[in-house]
């Protein structure tokens, strides 16, 4: 794996060499266009509107529009730009994890010690864990500004990007201007069904649907080709959870209450009961 970002971690006057390396990745099925009529690859092109010639990557530049302007921004611009010749994660505070709301976070980097001596990583990744805090930090990657926070995941410490305040939509702008009356019965049962699916996550045991399936429809396809019968591969799928029937909220609670307790209740050894356990 090939580290996207070298630099280092500024904690203080402590500097920590790391490598930064991407923490996830995409698992789903490459797809691309065709013509639905011959099956033509469709291919994207960088035409030029004022010459009309097709454009290299390497020939393109940026650029920004004031209304009258058009003001042309080179590579050669852009990397002369402060932020962007830093290569330094600054650490600005340290924060409980709870203050972080976590429609701030965005992608995340895997930090590795880049140095014949790690003990500047291992000193600010024992500190995260011991403290149990989240540090708040500033740092600039392909050609923006970032905040981020550092914590620590399997003995690795974790580089996550984090949205500016402004680009947080106000949630306001959705919410409702009335909110129904919510009864405390239907509060109760709601509460019960919760407790009814409580248990720890463990992220392995669920897989992404759409991707499996896709998977199956490809292979169905290769052996099956236009003759393929969708509804012998999946079986008939119907609208579910389309209708728009309204139904009654206490009903829907005591059904999933119910329906939730026969799927785990413990299944009968089939041993019948001795006269005195009668």
């Not at 009258?68 to 340290?94: C, G, H, N």
């Not at 995340?108 to 003990?119: G, N, T, V």
């Not at 003995?155 to 947080?168: C, G, H, R, T, Y």
Request: some cysteine.
């Amino acid at each position: 794996m090939r580290a996207i970002w070298t630099g280092s971690i500024a904690f203080g006057l402590v500097n920590v060499p790391v490598k930064a390396y991407g923490a996830t990745e995409d698992h789903d099925i490459d797809l691309h266009q065709v013509h639905d009529k011959d099956g033509g690859r469709i291919r994207y092109e960088r035409r030029c509107e004022v010459c009309g010639k097709k454009v290299a990557y390497k020939d393109l530049d940026k650029a920004y529009e004031d209304g009258e302007r058009t003001i042309v921004l080179t590579d050669e611009d852009m990397d002369a730009l402060p932020a962007e010749k830093s290569r330094e994660i600054e650490v600005v505070q340290f924060v409980p994890a709870e203050q972080i709301d976590p429609l701030m976070l965005e992608k995340s980097y895997y930090l590795q010690a880049d140095s014949k001596s790690p003990k500047a990583y291992e000193l600010l990744r024992r500190t995260l864990e011991d403290t149990e805090k989240l540090a708040v930090v500033r740092f600039a990657l392909r050609q923006k500004t970032r905040l981020g926070i550092l914590r620590v995941r399997e003995k690795v410490m974790v580089l996550q990007a984090v949205m500016w305040a402004d680009e947080l939509r106000d949630a306001t702008l959705v919410s409702p201007e009335k909110s129904p009356r919510i009864s405390e019965q239907e509060l109760k049962m709601s509460a019960t069904l919760v407790e009814q699916y409580s248990s720890d996550f463990t992220p392995e045991e669920f897989e992404d649907d759409y991707q499996v399936q896709l998977q199956a429809l490809i292979e169905a396809k290769i052996e099956q080709g236009e003759e393929l019968d969708t509804d012998a591969t999946f079986g008939e799928v119907g609208d579910e959870g389309e209708s728009g029937d309204v139904i009654d909220l206490m009903e829907a609670l005591k059904r999933s209450i119910d329906g939730r307790k026969s799927k785990t209740a413990p299944k009968s050894s089939g041993k019948k009961k001795s006269a005195a356990e009668k």
